[in-house]
């Protein structure tokens, strides 16, 4: 049984129902997105407030809302974990989540 502790901060959580993008409907299908080819030439710092090191040690691509990243986030606490996902909505709620559960979550302005 909850606490109603407990209670108020499930409530303080975005709700996923308001947060809902079809997997298929592709918002980036026109691929005008500039990627870089080969990780290593990717600038990681600008995801890092400038700083390159340490180094990116996990990636979750088509993280979703960020199940799996939370869960290693908690257990891998000094590692750099970095989560892709092109729906909009879902990143918007990954965000908002973050924030309330105080995790330090990063989404660059030229990934929407």
Same mark, same amino acid.
């Given at each position: 049984?909850?606490?109603?502790?407990?209670?108020?901060?499930?409530?303080?959580?975005?709700?996923?129902?308001? /947060?809902?993008?079809?997997?298929? !409907?592709?918002? @980036?299908? =026109?691929?005008?997105?500039? /990627?870089?080819?080969?990780? =290593?030439?990717?600038? @990681?710092?600008?995801?890092? =407030? %400038?700083?390159?090191?340490?180094?990116?040690?996990?990636? =979750?691509?088509? !993280?979703? /809302?960020?199940?799996?990243?939370?869960?290693?986030?908690?257990?891998?606490?000094?590692?750099?974990?970095? %989560?892709?996902?092109?729906?909009?909505?879902?990143?918007?709620?990954?965000?908002?989540?973050?924030?309330?559960? %105080?995790? /330090?979550?990063? !989404?660059?302005? @030229?990934?929407?």
């Amino acid at each position: 049984m909850t606490s109603e502790v407990e209670n108020q901060e499930i409530a303080k959580l975005p709700q996923k129902r308001l /947060y809902r993008q079809r997997a298929h !409907c592709n918002p @980036w299908a =026109d691929h005008s997105l500039n /990627y870089p080819t080969r990780p =290593d030439l990717f600038q @990681w710092g600008v995801l890092f =407030d %400038g700083k390159e090191e340490p180094p990116v040690t996990m990636v =979750d691509i088509g !993280c979703g /809302y960020g199940g799996l990243l939370f869960s290693l986030s908690t257990r891998f606490p000094t590692s750099r974990i970095v %989560g892709m996902e092109i729906r909009l909505k879902v990143m918007d709620y990954v965000q908002v989540s973050g924030q309330i559960e %105080g995790r /330090y979550l990063t !989404c660059p302005s @030229w990934l929407l």
